[in-house]
């Protein structure tokens, strides 16, 4: 994904939400580049604060600004999901927006400003970014956070990412979040006291 392409979307999507006072944050990968991950280069991840509006006011909200649905004939999905597959027609930059829900609320009072691509716009605080990584727990996901304890370790609160799963496994059926946090937290501990080879 070329920076243009980015910004384009961008843009639009801080046109679209000032427009309607609506709250939002990137996530996923664009916000793991942030926190001194690998390069965001896959889809742009955003969940928005529809603030009471229906699915369908708010997906004219987006096109009014170019972000359409990413497939023909999903109107019905679209108008009842959490999750709205789209893209923004200009760039062709693909963009799963999520509607907020409980956590989501949460994280949405406490994003902070950063720099992508040249624009300024409200991304995951870095603690609660490893949170939703540690709860989707797939071996990418994983990778990106040890790379973030690594990259940022002197202005992670810890204990701050242990309260946020904390919240999140206790709406799990089989609470694991936090479990798996602290094992990837201790291999890291270990591995970092660990003698350099000879």
Do not use: C
């Not at 409200?122 to 939703?132: C, F, K, S, Y």
């Amino acid at each position: 994904m070329s920076h243009p392409d980015i910004v384009e979307l961008l843009h639009a999507l801080l046109r679209a939400t000032a427009r309607a006072s609506l709250r939002w944050y990137v996530g996923g990968a664009q916000a793991v580049a942030v926190y001194g991950g690998p390069s965001g280069t896959a889809d742009v991840e955003v969940t928005i604060d529809a603030a009471g509006r229906a699915n369908r006011e708010l997906l004219e909200l987006l096109a009014s600004e170019g972000i359409v649905p990413r497939n023909v004939g999903f109107d019905g999905f679209l108008t009842t999901s959490r999750l709205m597959p789209l893209v923004h027609g200009a760039s062709a930059v693909a963009v799963d927006v999520t509607l907020a829900a409980d956590p989501e609320q949460a994280f949405l009072a406490r994003t902070k400003l950063a720099n992508i691509a040249g624009v300024e716009v409200p991304i995951l605080r870095v603690e609660d970014l490893i949170a939703t990584k540690m709860l989707a727990s797939r071996r990418k996901d994983r990778e990106e956070v040890l790379i973030i304890l690594e990259e940022r370790r002197d202005k992670i609160d810890v204990e701050q990412v242990r309260s946020v799963l904390r919240e999140l496994d206790a709406a799990l059926d089989e609470p694991r979040a936090l479990a798996a946090f602290e094992r990837l937290f201790k291999a890291r501990a270990r591995k970092s006291t660990m003698p350099p080879k000879k």
